[in-house]
């Protein structure tokens, strides 16, 4: 049975189905609409096909972007009744260069980053929601390769920390989801939490009651 996997923790966004004799493939730096686009993506990944599982990022990125993947996630896994198997962002883009120091980056807007490092496919530090300066710190001045968005971003301060940014540094890890999917838990959509790390600027008054 195919799996279908969903990243929309970064500006590009990402559909994957596997385990079908021609894999189906969508990626697309997105600034706006997202939820459009990714339907229409998954709508034809997903046509005749059973699915064993979704597997889907929950977190660290943007929190409008998340939901968006997460909710669709969550449509697809409770109409098909399947489960879902929920991913790190930052843990899923570790295997984008799987060998060595890796440093993950995703900008989390307002001049920080989403970031956590990992040493030959192993997290080796906590998620953190930092500045720039302080996620290339993570690696002590070790050479380390750079991925995520965040990356980009800041390739200067990465390449002045002796940190390298990789080619494929802003792609959805969409097969490297599916290999993570196989090797994890899966549960019903309903017991999926998202981890945002950061907590939102907009929140209720006190008045509220909540």
Known sequence: MAVL???????????????VETPFKY???????AEITVSVAIDRAIKGVSLSHVVVTVGP??????RVGVAMAL???????????????????AGIA???????????????????????GVQVS???????????GLANGRPFVAVGEGAEV??????SSGGIVSEDACRPPLEEMVALSEKSEKVDPQKVVLNYIRE???????SAGV
């Open 75 to 93: 449509g697809v896994a409770t109409a098909r009744k399947c489960k879902v198997s929920q991913v790190s962002s930052l843990r899923a883009r």
């Open 126 to 136: 906590e998620e953190l929601d930092v500045s720039p300066e302080i996620a290339v």
């Open 154 to 159: 800041w390739r200067e301060i990465v390449e």
């Open 5 to 19: 996997a969903i990243d929309t923790a970064g500006p590009v966004v990402g559909v994957f189905l596997d385990g």
């Open 27 to 33: 990626t697309e730096r997105i600034t706006r609409g």
């Open 61 to 66: 990125g943007a929190f409008t972007s998340l």
């Open 98 to 120: 799987p060998e060595g120091l890796t440093l993950v980056m995703l900008d989390g807007r307002k001049g920080r980053a989403y970031a956590a490092l990992y040493e030959d």
């Open 200 to 206: 939102p600027d907009a929140k209720l008054p006190k």
